[in-house]
């Protein structure tokens, strides 16, 4: 077997083993490489290009939402972390430290961000004096270090990157609603940009951000059934301004604490976008966030190959004007199959084949990614049918992750239904519970399976809890997860 043809074939099926196809497929479609420091990839181009389209598009909503971005210090005085107890005993474990620098050694260690709402805090406490000072709403893009024990690329890095957003209220009902704000904005991102569906909900106590009143999150589940925490949005209360003296003169001339706010998502949004919408030949990636939306790919014997690849030409540069990412492959040296094969597996979700006889006719045949639906198109109608189809394809794939969920969502009563569950099948438990530490905390140490978080809008309401048969304060959406 030669080496091209090994390069489009050899995937492990996901049935096999699902952790082994994500290596294959995001090493073969070349998103990333691994680094020579332990946990840290390396963003190719094609993976680099995915967050850059999230990021656009994040950032074009925030900025509708009246917040700006500003950049803080990747360096943070140890002292800052002491101020927040509960935020510093939630972060130890995985801050690495600055203990020297130019053949000296500091009098105080520097820890390398693993969030920066103490930074932040500390700045804040010297821009705000007075309630004309508020809201303050600051987005930051970075990079930040969390030395994990385990990793796997773009889900669990040591070194990943981000976006926080910081902000400063008068009062809670407004910092709330910051907090609720944010959290619609990421679910409609991930649903209608990223054609993830997600559950949206509130942590429960033990799963809340370390620092945080209350956490909420949206959830999404993966093909192998396990759960990836998509993003998060925090009410902080008053307790970083209390840490950090975050105080202004209210409306009646006293002194108050701001309410604060976080929220962030991650490079860990591209590997749920490979699990939820990978398959058995590689990538599948929405229209809205692939680097190539369309693919060309001239077909034909040498005699006519001129004129194909100058008919393509005109046809890309009106795809291009359009605002369509298309790419042209014309080489030579490699079959029209053997490129099927290879975009199919990059995961570009259009083809476009023109050969002699679509010349003759004024056609191209395009080809979807997410069906393999053949359409032929008059050439005339290209710029339309191009947009029509991407649009189809990118409901198509929110549409068919929606089903895998609906499919892999199961309804338990009891602890042992839940063992049982997650031995015989894969997949989301929704179930009752009492509320108490204790009882979340056994169904972790029986199933592997974490309290994802506390739906708004669950499929049913749940009277009793799983483990201890008492009344269900809750219902709460439970999986193992990334």
Not at 71 to 83: A, D, G, T, V
Not at 263 to 273: K, N, Q
Not at 308 to 330: C, F, M, N, Q, S
Request: contains cysteine; charged residues 30%; glycine residues 6%.
């Amino acid at each position: 077997m030669s080496k091209e043809k090994q390069f489009v074939t050899e995937i492990t099926p996901q049935g096999e083993d699902f952790s082994r196809w994500y290596i294959d497929v995001i090493k073969k479609s070349e998103l990333m490489d691994y680094s020579p420091v332990r946990g840290c990839i390396v963003f190719r181009p094609d993976g680099f290009e995915i967050w850059e389209h999230m990021k656009d598009e994040l950032d074009r909503r925030f900025k509708e939402t009246g917040h700006r971005n500003a950049y803080f210090p990747m360096l943070i005085p140890e002292s800052f972390f002491q101020k927040e107890k509960e935020h510093v005993e939630g972060f130890n474990p995985e801050l690495p430290w600055v203990t020297e620098a130019g053949g000296e050694k500091l009098e105080e260690r520097l820890a390398i961000r693993p969030t920066s709402e103490t930074i932040i805090g500390h700045m804040y406490s010297k821009w705000v004096q007075s309630y004309r000072d508020l809201p303050l709403l600051i987005n930051q893009w970075a990079n930040v270090v969390r030395w994990e024990k385990r990793t796997l690329p773009f889900l669990r890095t040591t070194e990943f990157l981000w976006q926080e957003g910081h902000t400063a209220h008068e009062t809670e009902v407004e910092a709330r609603a910051e907090t609720a704000q944010m959290l619609a904005i990421y679910k409609d991102f991930a649903e209608n940009f990223l054609a993830i569906p997600v559950i949206v909900g509130q942590k429960t106590p033990s799963e809340k951000f370390a620092g945080a009143v209350d956490t909420y999150s949206i959830e999404a589940m993966m093909k192998d059934g396990r759960a990836v925490q998509a993003g998060t949005s925090h009410y902080l209360g008053t307790n970083f301004a209390v840490a950090f003296d975050i105080k202004f003169l209210d409306r009646e001339n006293t002194q108050q604490f701001a309410h604060t706010t976080s929220w962030g998502v991650t490079t860990r949004l591209i590997g749920a976008l490979i699990m939820v919408h990978g398959d058995d030949r590689g990538l599948a990636l929405p229209p809205k966030v692939a680097p190539t939306q369309v693919v060309m790919i001239p077909i034909g014997p040498p005699k006519t190959r001129e004129q194909v690849i100058g008919r393509v030409d005109e046809l890309y540069a009106e795809l291009k004007k359009a605002g369509v990412r298309v790419k042209v492959d014309d080489r030579s040296e490699v079959s029209p199959g053997w490129k099927f094969n290879e975009y199919e597996m990059r995961g570009v979700p259009l083809r476009l084949e023109l050969g002699p006889r679509d010349m003759e006719n004024g056609q191209v045949v395009l080809v979807s990614r997410l069906t393999g639906e053949k359409r032929m198109v008059a050439q005339v109608d290209l710029t339309v049918e191009v947009e029509r189809m991407l649009a189809e394809i990118q409901s198509g794939m929110l549409e068919r992750a929606k089903q895998f969920r609906a499919d892999h969502s199961h309804s338990v009563e009891t602890l042992d239904e839940m063992k049982a569950l997650l031995e015989e099948k894969r997949g989301f438990a929704l179930a009752g519970w009492c509320g108490s530490e204790a009882c979340e905390k056994q169904v972790k140490e029986e199933t592997g399976a974490t309290s994802r978080n506390i739906p708004f809008e669950p499929a049913e309401h749940k009277t009793t809890c799983l483990v201890c048969g008492d009344k269900a304060q809750h219902t709460v959406v439970f999986a193992r997860a990334y």
